[in-house]
């Protein structure tokens, strides 16, 4: 069941990761403007497969004014497998940025993922995939995207994460 489905507008409870993977993509398919991504180390079960990075670069390719934005709290995983988004954030330097979180936020262990200012996935644990899922919220997109930006703007790109160019 995807957010799309639910009968009454509210939250889709997700329980395992296909559940969860399958609602990310939908939403992000759906997305016209903007994403919104605050992970651990994105996940590659979730994030690193050839479908999620298609669907990010057709929305970046699609919408000039696009702006995909992640924020990675561990991100030397993403450098030591290459993750897709690592590449991905490379070519579209202006529309997707990944930034390593500030330190100071690094204990909050929650992920969310903000679609088009008003479609929501949130898990309160980040290591598990049980999480809940908005289709319309805007004024609960709008809260975690008021803590996204407030993390966001104290955080910084890793140098790890920037083309070599030789």
Known sequence: MTP???PSGGPVSLERRAEHYASALDMLRCS?????????QLDGKLYD???FADALARLATRQPRARIRILVQDIAPLIAHGHRFIELSRRLTSTMEIRHVHPDYRRF???????DDR????RKLADRYEG?????APDRARYWLDFFTEVWEVSRVDPNLRRLHL
């Open 4 to 6: 799309h489905d639910s």
């Open 32 to 40: 016209r403007h903007s994403v919104h991504i605050f992970s651990r």
């Open 49 to 51: 497969t050839r479908e």
């Open 109 to 115: 262990n929650q992920a969310f993922m903000v679609f």
């Open 119 to 122: 479609r929501i996935i949130h």
């Open 132 to 136: 809940l899922a908005w289709d319309d």
